[in-house]
T-cell receptor
Framework: GQSLEQPSEVTAVEGAIVQINCTYQ??????LSWYQQHDGGAPTFLSY????GLEETGRFSSFLSRSDSYGYLLLQELQMKDSASYFC??????????FGKGTMLLVSP | SAVISQKPSRDICQRGTSLTIQCQVD?????MFWYRQQPGQSLTLIAT?????????ESGFVIDKFPISRPNLTFSTLTVSNMSPEDSSIYLC????????????????FGEGSWLTVV
């Protein structure tokens, strides 16, 4: 079977840094993806790690440790518009995705 | 990145009817998929849409309920058959496309979704 664990909710204030962790158990692991979904919207691709290490894209970074079956999404300089749900998803070798349950990020002034 | 268009974007459907959702990708892609997101839940893969052959369904999803077509590399349809209120969900088309931040890397993009409410 496949399972992913991520916190259900995280709160932070504007300007802060927040880290959303994701642990997974899966077969056929190819990489770890992160998606953002605002209320009423569709998922938007944020980041993807196929290899160990840190990937940086502007204010967002994502990290993967394959040996630990662990990754995280790091959001810096938080803005109100970052309030959304964030999903980690394991990408399998057939390019299908298995999603975690999502983390709701609430950013307050 | 691939631009993925879906229609309808929203619909209210009567119980027992069927609805077909269309998905168009702006560039040729190798892989297309259909996901479902029930209210307040995460995304679940329904099937991989294979060009010119039957779709590959995940456990819990069957062709009679969710027939899928993919006549060419850029277009696919998903039909939700004999709908019940439990089928009220967002249905999302996705495709494997190129990451415009790294042209040597591909990634999986989603359309805007089709929001179905069954009454």
């Amino acid at each position: 079977g496949q399972s992913l664990e991520q916190p259900s909710e995280v709160t932070a204030v504007e300007g802060a840094i927040v880290q959303i962790n994701c642990t997974y158990q899966t077969s056929g692991f190819y990489g770890l993806s992160w998606y953002q979904q605002h209320d009423g919207g569709a998922p938007t691709f944020l980041s993807y790690n196929a290899l160990d290490g840190l990937e940086e894209t502007g204010r967002f970074s994502s990290f993967l440790s394959r040996s630990d079956s662990y990754g995280y999404l790091l959001l810096q300089e938080l803005q109100m518009k970052d309030s959304a749900s964030y999903f980690c998803a394991v990408r399998r070798s057939d390019s299908t995705l298995t999603f975690g349950k999502g983390t709701m990020l609430l950013v307050s002034p | 990145s691939a631009v993925i268009s879906q229609k309808p974007s929203r619909d209210i459907c009567q119980r027992g009817t069927s609805l077909t959702i269309q998905c168009q990708v702006d560039s040729q892609v190798t892989m297309m998929f259909w996901y479902r997101q029930q209210p307040g839940q995460s995304l679940t893969l329904i099937a991989t849409a294979n060009q010119g052959s039957e779709a590959t369904y995940e456990s819990g999803f069957v062709i009679d309920k969710f027939p899928i077509s993919r006549p060419n590399l850029t277009f696919s349809t998903l039909t939700v058959s004999n709908m019940s209120p439990e089928d009220s969900s967002i249905y999302l088309c996705s495709a494997l496309g190129w990451d415009n931040r790294d042209p040597q890397r591909n990634t999986i993009y989603f359309g805007e979704g089709s929001w179905l409410t069954v009454v």
